[in-house]
């Protein structure tokens, strides 16, 4: 796993979690390292979920490491909470962790439509 400066190595620590309340409470973001094998040092993974307030999983962003950046392996939100920023508010918060993302070379068709309304590799 290469990580360079921009990125923020402690995301990919097991025991690592940072959460965001979002959107006036009413979501949160939930970070946390990606699978950690047993005894690993780190993961080499990153994985964001979004939650309402109580705690029910509506989607998440799994990222690794390409290129020294960040990108979204996989990107998923419940078809009745999509268009609600959802996922732009996820790519944002792990900004906020001190990364950088990058665009997905493997991008399905909404994928490429998130991607074209907004550049979400930086703010």
């Not at 509506?58 to 290129?67: H, S, T």
């Not at 996820?90 to 990364?99: D, H, I, K, S």
């Not at 399905?108 to 930086?122: E, Y």
Request: no cysteine; glycine share 8%; proline share 2%.
């Amino acid at each position: 796993m290469l990580v360079t400066e921009l990125l923020n190595d402690k995301i990919f620590k097991p025991g690592f979690e940072e959460t965001k309340s979002i959107m006036d409470g009413k979501y949160k973001l939930v970070a946390t390292p990606g699978y950690v094998k047993s005894g690993a040092a780190q993961s080499e993974q990153f994985r964001i979920e979004v939650q309402t307030a109580r705690g029910t999983k509506l989607g998440w962003v799994n990222f690794e490491i390409k290129n020294g950046k960040l990108e979204a392996l996989d990107l998923n939100v419940d078809k009745q909470f999509r268009r609600r920023g959802l996922a732009t508010e996820m790519y944002q918060f792990a900004r906020e962790l001190g990364n950088e993302i990058a665009p997905s070379s493997k991008q399905t068709d909404l994928g490429k439509k998130f991607w074209s309304v907004k550049d979400h590799s930086k703010d």
